[in-house]
């Protein structure tokens, strides 16, 4: 019989982790903070009591913890608001972890290191420049402090969602409505298509691994080449994106320049195959009516 496995937020990624897992047999719940949908339950990863609440009901093996707030801007005005979730929700779910002999897989970010170098391994110490970026750090090491059966997967990643304002929804928006935006030349990241980090996602489930991992694309790619890509493949105006800088942006938080990570660990340890920037679009563009 397959492992249990709690999926905590089904937003973006977690909505797509579910399904996913269902497909490959596992018997999965997911959870949601606010919109109860497809047979989600509620739970607060602020409040220890509710985790284990849903850990006694359905006595899971596996956590995966999905939740985050990744309103850089906002927290940056609102620490509260990102260490509440971002850093003691992780704590929480640790302590549950512990106390019940769960493993956690916990996804955070690329973006804890402050970009002035590239493809950092999960052994480069991080230096986070805003407060978004030290509440996920803080939740990793609160995770590691509290727990020792733990995968922390570091990423930065992309897809389409019909409903969703992230970045590749946001380029296609503008390309369809022929509107003309910047792209940033000096900002340079290498993320992983969603529906193939599930798949890695998915393989860690079944190994023993623990630790730090970085699921990442093997290419180092700005912005604004990302943004032409996408006008390429998705046969689009590509004169419509125009080359920025974010040294001109009106952002509250600094953001660090460059947050690509070195994926050598991943592909030592997992059969998964990581897929390329330009085949996962040109996978999207063939799966999508826009």
């Known amino acids: 019989m397959n492992k ?22 596992f018997e999965v719940l ?12 509620f739970l607060d990863i602020s409040n220890l009591n509710s985790i284990q609440e849903a850990v006694e009901k359905f006595k899971p093996k596996i956590i995966i913890n999905c939740a985050a707030n990744t309103d850089v801007d906002l927290i940056e005005s609102d620490p509260d608001t990102g260490y509440l979730i971002n850093s003691f929700g992780p704590k929480n779910l640790a302590i549950t972890c512990h106390k019940n002999k769960i ?3 916990h996804i955070s970010t ?3 290191f402050d970009g002035k170098q590239e493809l ?3 052994e480069d110490i991080p230096n986070p420049i805003n407060v978004y970026s030290k ?22 990643f992309f897809g389409f969602h019909k409903d969703g304002n992230f970045l ?12 003309e935006f910047n792209g940033f030349d000096d900002v340079f990241f290498n993320p992983m298509e969603i529906l193939n980090l599930n798949e890695a996602i998915i393989e860690l489930c079944n190994q023993d691994f623990t630790g730090i991992i970085n699921l990442t694309s093997d290419k180092i790619i700005s912005k604004y080449q990302f943004a032409l890509n996408v006008a390429r493949i998705f046969n689009l105006d590509s004169q419509l994106i125009k080359k920025g800088s974010i040294k001109d942006s009106q952002f509250i938080a600094k953001r660090p320049i460059n947050t ?30 826009f």
Do not use: P, W
């Open 103 to 105: 493993k956690l897989i």
């Open 30 to 41: 997911g959870t949601s903070f606010k919109k109860l949908k497809n047979n989600n339950i």
């Open 168 to 179: 590749l929804n946001s380029i296609l928006k503008n390309l369809h409505e022929k509107k």
């Open 260 to 289: 690509s990570l070195l994926n050598l660990k991943a592909k030592q340890i997992l059969k998964t195959k990581i897929m390329s920037i330009e085949d996962s679009l040109k996978k999207i563009q063939e799966n999508i009516n």
């Open 110 to 112: 690329d973006s804890i």
């Open 135 to 156: 509440s996920k750090l803080l939740g990793e090491k609160l995770i590691i402090e509290n727990l020792s059966d733990y995968i922390i997967i570091r990423t930065n």
């Open 120 to 122: 950092y391994l999960e």
């Open 4 to 25: 249990k496995i709690l999926v905590i937020g089904t937003g973006f990624l977690g909505e797509k982790l579910v399904k996913q897992l269902k497909e490959n047999n």
